[in-house]
């Protein structure tokens, strides 16, 4: 089990740039794959990116892609997310979530959550 928090949301212009945090106190948190989702309002959430164990492999949603960049350091037990170029339709609550399926997109293969932390971005 790993307990996730999220930090590092805000508000910022459209243009502007954004780097979200998620930390856990467990050890146990380098077994895991990790992932990004977030939830706009009145929508459902959306995969944004993944990570494996190791960090070879990543994934992202093809809305984020070559802007966000997700990336992990499992001796400090933190998962990124580097958000670049943003836009108004980037603003959401952004949860980071741990799964034992590699590279999954799919919600419901996640099996622990954070709380969110929102991110808006202005026009």
């Known amino acids: 089990q790993v307990h996730l928090v999220e930090s590092g949301g805000g508000v910022v212009q459209a243009g502007g740039s954004l780097k979200l945090s998620c930390t856990a106190p467990?050890?146990?948190?380098?077994?895991?794959?990790m992932g990004w989702f977030r939830q706009a309002p009145g929508k459902e959430p959306e995969f944004v990116a993944s990570?494996?164990?190791?960090?070879?492999?990543?994934n992202y949603a093809d809305s984020v892609k070559g802007r966000f960049t997700i990336s992990r350091d499992n001796a400090k037990t933190t998962l990124n997310l580097q958000m670049n170029s943003l836009k108004p339709e980037d603003t959401a609550v952004y949860f980071c979530?741990?799964?034992?399926?590699?590279?999954?997109?799919?919600?419901?293969?996640?099996?622990?959550w954070g709380r969110g932390t929102q991110v808006t971005v202005s026009s």
């Open positions: 979530a741990a799964t034992r399926v590699a590279l999954a997109i799919t919600l419901r293969l996640y099996n622990y």
């Open positions: 467990e050890r146990s948190f380098s077994t895991y794959h």
């Open positions: 990570i494996s164990q190791n960090s070879l492999s990543t």
